[in-house]
């Protein structure tokens, strides 16, 4: 019955402080976002209800990442709380041993593993997937403010693009470069004094165009050269009739979407490494939420000496990067081809789990 009533105390003394560790995780990653939220407001004029859509979404894409991290938050400062006020040692002394003690974080971490798992393979992809529709569509409505003035903009609807003046308002450029490799056998150079982007909007959805003026178009296919001058020329930037819905990223796929992809006999070795890799990341770090508990309880439990109550929060700062740093490592590997994602990614968590186990046993003596 002491038991029970020890395991339901500790359990429910880590759930506030997981919640807690959602709230914080979550605002650090959107503070590190606020810099390009704002770039929103103040070059694209989003309104502030479209940004309370983007934060949405990118706060469910991050809680796969964030549930682990909560989960050695809670339990690492509620053990090293119970510990540094001996409240570990009167729980021992009442003959539960260290495996008794452990089961809130277990549990606790079993129900954050099933949650990774879940926003992991549907939740997070759905809102992956709605902000890059949603940033694309943007890009669409303010196709203008994506021009960078004394900035080569790359990756501009296939054209990079450079212009010595830009008026977002007006949607006009001045003194322009552009280089068109949309046809890689006869790529285009465009020097014109002005253009301006001229949108349209159909019943099919919105065109924009990029109209140059006073200017001369440079060509050159195998060994010929060709220079026109032009006083307007219309770049076609999207059509209404063309521009149909991305393709999916792999981070924006469901479970579903990459078990249908990974099956398909097509894929070029470079699509299938991605995909593996994409896939053996939702069960490598759903799985750390466990290795995580464990690990919290372990350095959490310390009854040989008293650490000020600060240190659990340095402890998990420290453990986190390290884990972040291995993990981006591995990830890095895989993506190289050295390793296969399912050893690399999951030689971290073995690792990891490996350390736990050693601190937990450290911890029992």
């Known amino acids: 019955m002491r038991g029970l009533q020890a ?4 359990f429910f003394e880590t759930l506030p402080a997981f919640l807690m560790g959602l709230g ?14 704002t770039e929103f407001v103040l070059v694209h004029g989003v309104k502030v209800s479209t940004i309370g859509q983007i934060m949405l979404y990118m706060s469910l894409s991050f809680l796969p990442v964030i549930l682990p991290m909560s989960t050695l938050f809670s ?27 452990t089961i809130p974080a277990i549990v606790l971490s ?35 403010a994506a021009f960078k003035e004394g900035v080569f903009s790359e990756g501009f609807f296939d054209l990079v693009v450079y212009a010595n003046h830009v008026d977002s308002k007006d949607s006009l450029l001045k003194d322009v470069f552009i280089y068109d ?51 307007s020329y219309d770049i076609n930037l999207f059509d209404a009739y063309q521009m149909a819905d991305q393709e999916k990223t792999p981070p924006s796929m469901t479970i579903d ?7 398909k006999n097509t894929l070029n070795v470079k699509d299938r490494r991605r995909l593996e890799l994409e896939y053996h990341r939702r069960w490598s770090l759903s799985g750390a939420c466990l290795i995580f ?24 700062l420290g453990l986190l990067i390290a884990y972040w740093v ?40």
């Open 293 to 316: 508990a464990l690990l919290g309880v372990g350095l959490g439990t310390v009854t040989n000496r008293r650490s000020s109550r600060g240190g659990g929060f340095v402890i998990c």
């Open 181 to 231: 490799e949309r046809d890689p056998k006869s790529p285009v150079t465009i020097i014109a004094k002005t253009g301006r982007v001229v949108q349209e909007v159909k019943d099919t959805g919105q065109s924009a165009l990029l109209r140059l003026s006073n200017g001369n178009i440079h060509r050159t296919n195998q060994n010929t050269y060709t220079k026109v001058d032009f006083n």
């Open 7 to 10: 395991i339901r105390y500790i």
């Open 75 to 101: 339990v690492l400062l509620t053990y090293n709380r119970l510990s540094n006020d001996s409240e570990i040692v009167a729980f021992k002394s009442l003959g539960l041993g260290m495996g008794q003690l």
């Open 257 to 263: 979407d990459l078990n249908s992809e990974l099956k």
């Open 110 to 144: 079993v129900a954050a593993t099933l949650m990774s798992a879940q926003t992991s393979f549907y939740l997070g992809p759905w809102g992956n997937r709605k902000f890059e529709l949603l940033i694309a569509d943007l890009a669409r409505q303010k196709v203008s």
């Open 326 to 365: 291995c993990y981006a490592g591995a990830d890095n590997v895989a993506q190289n081809g050295y390793l296969p994602a399912s050893v690399s990614l999951w030689l971290i968590n073995v690792v990891f789990l490996l350390f736990a186990l050693k601190i937990l046993k450290r911890s029992a003596a």
């Open 24 to 37: 914080i995780f979550i605002t650090i990653l959107l503070m590190l976002q606020a810099l390009r939220l």
